[in-house]
């Protein structure tokens, strides 16, 4: 073989090598080439950017390339958002999608939507609870639920922001009791902490926050946990019975958070994110790492996000409508 | 006993001690840029906590927040650059110092006595945590409407120029704080339809454009200063003890003052040191010496600021309540690293508990020499052409503000930030009553409407509880106090032009 | 640049009246006493209270005439007795110019071409040389990268010239 053939060969080979990298299994295989970037649309420290953290640095491990997590904050959560969903389809930007996703576009703030991305895994749930001031009369969720129906209005109830999570959750709550939203006005707080520490204080009655938000005041015998809005306990709170079993409503809801990549990214690159997010949903670190927090671990493939999300979203618009919050049919 | 040398031998492990002096590093050298602030440089911190060892992680959350916020008073005595919210309060007594020639001593004044308010800080936390977490449970939103009203009070006692003027900067910087949805009715205001106003606008790029980008507009248009003379400085420390015992009272009531606004969640170091900076003016013999260079509000805001640091620890402990950002941080690497929050901290893990206090403790006691070595170090820019600094701070605003939130949206409204500020020292409007107002425009309405919501509409809880009644007094006696001397003055002097 | 106080006074009345009256058009929200409009309108009656005071001129025997410092030992005078700089109000522009040139074209032309631009015409409007802006634009830029983007792992576009480290 000649010099000259040789090198007609192997560019020849180059060639097909280029061809074949578009097609599906070599695609996957040398997928990542380069560093990949995770965006989390909230502020660095809070409960979001742990998560991405300790999920961005076990991928890094995983696919042997940097992962680099980028906070994209402002517009409570949008402009993050729709970084994520702007980005490449090219599986180097990702991002960590919350609960906010299925909310936002019902206040009208913005036009995207859970199917405006490419779902790849859904990584953790926490339901919240109804906790109230440990010098409440209220014994249990029964009592409470019957002075809510005696004296409507009487009661307040804090733990995010007007229209946030845990609002709507106290909204869906009082829906599935057949209760308007107005039996129990919503006090809104920066977050559950200040709702909790107003609860101590005697503020206000009610704080429905995730149970490991209130852990630390539960902990300290201020407040009490009488029901979480989930379908099975929570085994890190195993006396805290569940809606279903307190006063036999079923309704459950969450903030939860996923992972997702932009709309139309390749489904072999889809799938091998899946696969080794579900390899880190399954792992020690992160399981350790999420019951170190308080946090509960979920899981979802990308078809069983996507499904998720849809009927989150759909209880979303019903609970948002209800509380006079939703500015789009 | 055993748990307290047990405390020591863990927070003498090389890599904690190691993890001390690197975080200190770190802390001093974030907080002197201009655009970074002490939260950002805790923040930054989290990913490398993952690898550390528990107390080594909180140790460097600890010690860099700590040399963070008082680093951020070196740009703001030097350049008049403030480097955090807190340190805005007294930026201009400061730079006047420096411009007097006694930089050392301002940056000392600000180093010493920021050591001393952390070190009582700290001792408030270990005396009296329980005492000071039950005091902080007893304030509800009636009560922190009142303070937050208070601390926008404080904007026109500091400001040297006219009162109307400061005033109406200040609610300039409240109608600042009105954009975007974080109100508490969750509309959003004043966006415009534009997605980057949602969030509204943060008090960084606004400090960083209304301060560092203003101070290099201004400089465009004047011609360079004279270079300081270069003097033979003695010792930071001497001239400090000096001060210790002529100013005992502003330090103490500097030191009660943080300790106090620390601990309520919320409130936190930068309204701390605006406070501190009032009350000196307000109670000293000299109110006139203020702002050209009279060390005696840098004392009282200096210790403020520090001693609120610690102290606002206590319901972040007790209770896992963050007293402001840098400790919302802090509470989520305890929970990382298995030191849950609670009261089963100071008992169950009782060492883990003496070792916190005692990274305090070093925390603050390596404050001194290191920040001397910076101090010293910092200094050399004066000496440098001032087109050879400027052009550097413009790059550190826009990279800065960007880094806050990765937005180049950021960098815009530091630019807007810049022209607003520099049109305002102008005209005699006080830059840093609008960035009290920023601060505290949130806080304020959160909880006036909160607390009508909790009420049903009523406004006697807001004079019928003991705390809010009192607060509501002072407030009040504050607003109407420098009206009643303005129209007795009016009146003598009418009379005495009569006659 | 100085406003006249009886043009800037009206200039925050009509602002403040602007704010009050954007403020009373946000809708209400059920369950709230006191709806998202207040805040807004007690800013801008404020507002509008303070323009109409300082447009007639309250309060300013409090005001003090702006000075400079001007010689060594930091004695100041009063601002218009120094020597005016040539070009001053373009000058003065100069800086938010810069911020907005970087926030517009940094993700185009990355981070040390945009940096290097906005270091070199600083120090060149600052009465730097051209020496000194040539010195700046090569150290300054790669020495801000190497603190945000490695230490502080600030996502800096690379864009034309992507660093090596």
């Not at chain 2, 690197?22 to 930054?44: D, F, N, R, W």
């Not at chain 2, 690898?51 to 008082?70: G, H």
């Not at chain 2, 600000?110 to 700290?122: K, N």
């Not at chain 2, 001060?243 to 943080?258: D, I």
Request: proline letters at 7%.
């Amino acid at each position: 073989m000649t010099e000259l053939s040789r090198r007609h060969l192997m560019a020849g080979a180059a060639g097909l090598g280029l061809a074949s990298q578009l097609s599906a299994p070599a695609l996957a295989q040398a997928f990542p080439a380069r560093p990949i970037t995770l965006v989390v649309p909230w502020g660095a420290g809070g409960g979001t950017d742990a998560t991405a953290r300790i999920v961005g640095s076990l991928m890094e491990r995983e696919f042997g390339q940097p992962v680099n997590v980028v906070n994209r904050t402002g517009g409570s959560g949008v402009v993050g958002h729709s970084a994520i969903a702007t980005g490449a389809a090219d599986g180097y930007t990702i991002g960590m999608v919350t609960v906010e996703i299925t909310m936002m576009h019902w206040q009208g703030l913005t036009q995207l939507k859970h199917d405006s991305y490419t779902p790849l895994a859904l990584m953790n749930e926490d339901p919240p609870g109804v906790q109230v001031s440990a010098s409440s009369p209220y014994a249990d969720l029964k009592a409470l639920a019957d002075a809510i129906r005696a004296n409507p209005g009487k009661l307040k109830a804090s733990g995010t922001g007007q229209g946030g999570i845990w609002h709507l959750a106290l909204v869906g709550w009082l829906g599935a009791m057949g209760l308007p939203p107005t039996a129990v006005p919503w006090v809104p707080s920066n977050g559950a902490a200040p709702a909790m520490q107003d609860l101590a204080a005697g503020g206000i009655d009610i704080v429905t926050c995730s149970v490991p938000e209130a852990k630390a005041m539960l902990d300290a015998g201020r407040a009490r946990s009488l029901a979480i809005m989930a379908s099975a306990r929570n085994p890190q709170f195993p006396n805290v019975p569940t809606l279903k079993e307190a006063i036999g409503v079923d309704y459950t809801v969450g903030a939860w958070r996923g992972i997702a990549a932009p709309k139309g990214l390749p489904a072999p690159i889809a799938e091998r994110f899946t696969t080794v997010l579900k390899k880190i949903n399954e792992s020690k670190e992160f399981t350790d790492f999420m019951a170190a927090r308080g946090f509960g671990v979920k899981w979802a493939d990308g078809a069983g996000f996507a499904k998720f999300m849809a009927e989150g979203d759909a209880a979303m618009g019903v609970a948002m409508r209800a509380a006079g919050l939703a500015r789009q049919a | 006993m055993s748990t307290f040398i047990e405390a020591w031998q863990m927070v003498l492990a090389p890599d904690v001690l190691l993890a001390i002096l690197l975080s200190a590093i770190y802390g001093l050298v974030v907080g002197s840029l201009p655009g970074l602030s002490a939260t950002m440089a805790t923040a930054l911190l989290v990913p490398v906590t993952f690898y550390l060892s528990p107390i080594a992680a909180i140790a460097t959350i600890i010690t860099a927040s700590a040399m963070a916020i008082f680093s951020g008073d070196i740009p703001g005595c030097l350049l008049r650059i403030p480097g955090t919210p807190a340190s805005a309060a007294y930026t201009d007594e400061a730079y006047a110092m420096t411009r007097k020639g006694q930089p050392e001593l301002a940056l000392g004044i600000c180093l010493w006595f920021s050591a001393l308010g952390g070190v009582f800080g700290t001792l408030s936390l270990i005396i009296m945590a329980p005492l000071l977490a039950e005091f902080a449970l007893s304030f509800s939103t009636f009560e922190y409407f009142w303070l937050a009203f208070l601390g926008l009070m404080c904007a026109t006692v500091v400001a040297r120029s006219s009162p109307v003027k400061a005033i109406a900067a200040m609610l300039l910087g409240l109608l600042i704080a009105c954009v975007g949805i974080e109100n508490p009715a969750g509309t959003p205001r004043f966006t415009f339809g534009m997605t980057d106003l949602l969030g509204g606008i943060e008090v960084i790029p606004a400090l960083v454009g209304c301060f560092a980008v203003a101070e290099v507009m201004r400089a465009m248009s004047v011609p360079e200063p004279p270079q300081l003379a270069r003097r033979k400085f003695g010792s930071i420390l001497a001239g400090q003890w000096k001060l210790t015992k002529e100013y005992p009272k502003q330090q103490a009531r500097g030191n009660v003052v943080g300790i106090i606004i620390g601990v309520l969640p919320g409130a936190g170091a930068d309204m701390a040191a605006w406070v501190s900076y009032a009350m000196a003016k307000r109670f000293s013999k000299t109110p006139e010496k203020f702002g050209t260079g009279h060390p005696e509000g840098l004392i009282e805001a200096g210790a403020s600021n520090n001693a609120s640091l610690a102290s606002g620890w206590v319901p972040s402990l007790l209770f896992g309540i963050p007293g402001d950002t840098i400790t919302a941080i802090a509470i989520g690497v305890l929970y990382m690293k298995g030191l849950n929050p609670g009261p089963t901290l100071f008992t169950e893990k009782a060492s883990s508990m003496y070792a916190l206090y005692i990274i305090f403790m070093l925390g603050n006691i390596i404050m001194i020499p290191l920040g001397i070595i910076m101090i010293r170090l910092a200094t050399f820019i004066l000496r440098a052409k001032r087109y050879m600094i400027m052009p550097v701070i413009v790059l550190l605003c826009a990279v800065g503000s960007f880094a806050t939130g990765n937005n180049l949206f950021l960098v815009i409204s530091v630019a807007a930030f810049g022209c607003i500020g520099y049109l305002m020292e102008k005209n005699g409007f006080p830059v840093a009553a609008l960035v009290l107002g920023i601060v505290m425009g949130n806080m304020v309405e959160t909880h006036f409407i909160t607390s009508l919501i909790k009420s049903d509409g009523s406004l006697l809880p807001f004079f019928a509880r003991p705390v809010s009644a009192t607060l509501a007094a002072i407030t009040i006696g504050l607003m109407v106090w420098p009206l009643a001397v303005w129209l007795y003055k009016k009146r003598t002097q009418a009379t005495a032009a009569a006659a | 640049m100085h406003i006249p106080n009886r043009a800037t006074g009206i200039g925050l009345a009509v602002l403040g009246a602007a704010v009050a009256y954007g403020g009373s058009l946000l809708p209400p929200v059920p369950g709230q006493q006191v709806g998202p409009n207040v805040f807004p309108m007690v800013i801008g009656i404020g507002l509008v209270l303070c323009g109409i005071a300082i447009a007639i001129g309250i309060g300013k025997s409090f005001e003090e005439p702006e000075e400079v410092v001007a010689s060594e030992d930091g004695a100041h005078v009063p601002a218009d007795a120094v020597a005016p700089v040539p070009h001053a109000a373009l000058k003065t522009i100069v800086p938010p110019l810069l911020l907005l040139f970087y926030a517009f074209t940094v993700d185009h032309l990355g981070f040390i071409p945009t940096a290097a631009v906005m270091v070199a015409t600083t120090c060149f409007a600052l009465g730097g040389t051209w020496r000194s802006a040539l010195i700046l634009a090569l150290c300054a830029p790669p020495a801000v990268h190497l603190v945000f983007a490695k230490l502080l792992r600030v996502p800096l576009p690379p864009g034309l010239l992507p660093i090596p480290w």
